[in-house]
């Protein structure tokens, strides 16, 4: 497999222009810092040109996608039929670690991200790495702190002291450059049996390029300036536009559209692009809304994708804040994705819902200089409507494009009917992401999971944003229900010459009938660039509804038993109590008790068998949610982070959370449980669990 990677590195070497880096600026700590919130630079082919390749612990048994392994998912987890590395440079003995090789590459680079689910062992980093072995590391310690945590390290090292743990570390990944002049080599001591998952991301340099070294002493405090520039351009961005904005307003029937764009004249670009919509369904109108943005009279907008997902927040309002895009409670969304034209632009919002639409926004230009390097912004937005997810894997193409450009970053967009209650059981996202740069065939950039390319790991259920990744929406339980995820790729963009094909496989734990996966690929191309876009219809832009499902003891619930509170004998004192229809629960009601404080809902389970069992809620959030306590036989049970009382609040939207509680001992026979509320507000179940 070791060949194969390096022929890989090698073809990518091969493709560049001799001469790009000729007349370019020294890459140094600084510059690449200014880079990590410069979206402009993503605008022209860059200078001097690089590819980026990701070294990680991916099944090695998978190498092109005709050959037997291809969707192999050994990639971390140990005990890997094949370790998932470079080269074993040290078998492991008499009960001691092995070394083996993450990374190596020659010539001029930097390391742009790393990222790990959880990775022990010693990681020992070498830039610039002598024949004879004599570089001194510039890391040598625990391997997931460099993975995913070394801008701490770095900056405590240089005295610098700065908040800056959002804008260079992003939930599992970090983001501090550290370039290199003549190559770099990364090798792990650690036992194959235990985690080791991790990504390591590289720029690789054309020959020629000068590059100037991450010295850990000197870089960081040399580049303070630059480096508290980038965490406030990173955490508080804004667009950089001149002049005064043009407004866009208009109410827009059912089957019409409203256009923008006829009078202006180019050279320029859109340097900030603000919607909001009004419309007596919001959620129908964000997806049934169509944005297509034509670049020098294009007739293949460069730009087709619905208005709400288009921001990487859909199916409906998830606020976010990130470096492109920012979502605002009230429905306010802000692109600040740099769009250059040479002549023209229009902008066109096709309503293809059945009410009239209500726009308003604004659109900030600034001047461009247009030239070779130019590149038109594209985002094409597809959706798979009614998958049969868990019947074998498949790998759902993002983008697929012939020409020359860079891609910036996706956004995936999921509705997943699992009856399951926990991520273990009603994942959607086990599958890696593939990107396959100028024809390749194993491609460059191989990845261990979808929620390891998005930045995070092991399924996690909570919401965050960061400058480049996100998960604004996760309606649950866990990673059932909708679901929406981000990541977009600046500082670690991959450039192409010739083609591109970004995939990600769609691998789910069980078997789940009418998934829908919708997602949008960000990149910039010439003029020229084909792709594989079909065009969007009506039909397409749908917000599939989730489906009357029964919960399934699979997974984290395997072997639990389900009870709906309305077959419980529910009595509430203090509040009232009804069925309520709801769109994500699991019977598409809730039992919604509007409790106020010290009320009880009691509730009687049927006969259970005497001994140790925990209890579990599928609790409704909501912004006005209540507060409350389980009690077992009249005692208080702890929830598993050791709290009496739990809060059924989220930020801005509805979600379905498992409130999970501690062990206990339970009685034979009939058992009473109670909640009671501790702070008034609706109390809102879909089912209790028991195992």
Partial sequence: MRNIIVFAVGCLLAGFPQTSALGAATVTTGGLLEEMADLGRLARWPEPAYRTIQFSSYDRRSTTSEAPGWFSNADGFGREPIPGFLKV????????????????????????????????????????????????????????????????????????????????????????????????????????????????QVRLYAAGAAVRTFDAKSDLKQSEAQLRAAVTSLTQ?????????????????????????????????????????????????????????AFDGSQRPQVEAPVGDFFASGPGINPLNSLPFTVSADGTFTSRFVMPFEKSVRLEIVNHTQSPVRIEGAVALSPWQWDERSLYFRAKWRADHDLVAGAGVIDLPYATLIGKGVFAGCAAMIMNPSGVPTAGGNWWGEGDEKFLVDGETTPSTFGTGSEDYFNYSWSRCDLFDHPYCGQPLDSGPDTAGYVSNHRFQVLDAIPFERSLAACLELWSHNRTPGLSYARVAYLYARPGAMDDHRGLMPSDLRIPPLPKREPQALGGASGARFYFPGDLQPEPSGGRLEFAPHPLATRLQVALWHAEKGGRLKLRLPAQKEGRAAIHLVALHRPDGGAARLLVAGKPVTTVEGQEQFQLRSAHAHRLLNVNFKPVELPAGPLELSLECVESGPVGLDYLWVK
């Fill in 237 to 293: 961005p804004s667009a950089g536009a001149t002049g005064e904005p043009a407004r866009l307003e208009a109410t827009v029937e059912p089957g019409r559209s409203f256009s923008w764009g006829s009078d202006v004249r180019g050279p320029g670009a859109i340097r900030e692009l603000k919607l909001r919509l009004r419309a007596d369904a919001l959620d129908p109108a964000l997806r049934g809304c169509l944005l297509r943005i």
């Fill in 89 to 200: 440079l040290k078998e492991p003995r008499d009960n001691q670690p092995g070394l083996y090789l993450v990374a190596e590459a020659s010539g001029p680079g930097a390391i742009v991200r790393g990222w790990s689910a959880g990775m022990g062992g010693t990681l020992r980093v070498y830039l610039d790495p002598a024949a004879d072995g004599s570089t001194p590391p510039v890391w040598e310690g625990p391997a997931y702190e460099f993975l995913a945590r070394r801008s701490a390290h770095y900056l405590k090292q240089a005295g610098i002291d700065l908040k800056a743990d959002d804008a260079f570390s992003q939930q599992d990944a970090d983001y501090l450059p550290m370039p290199f002049a003549r190559g770099v080599r990364v090798t792990w001591e650690g036992r194959l049996a235990e985690l080791h998952f991790y990504h390591l």
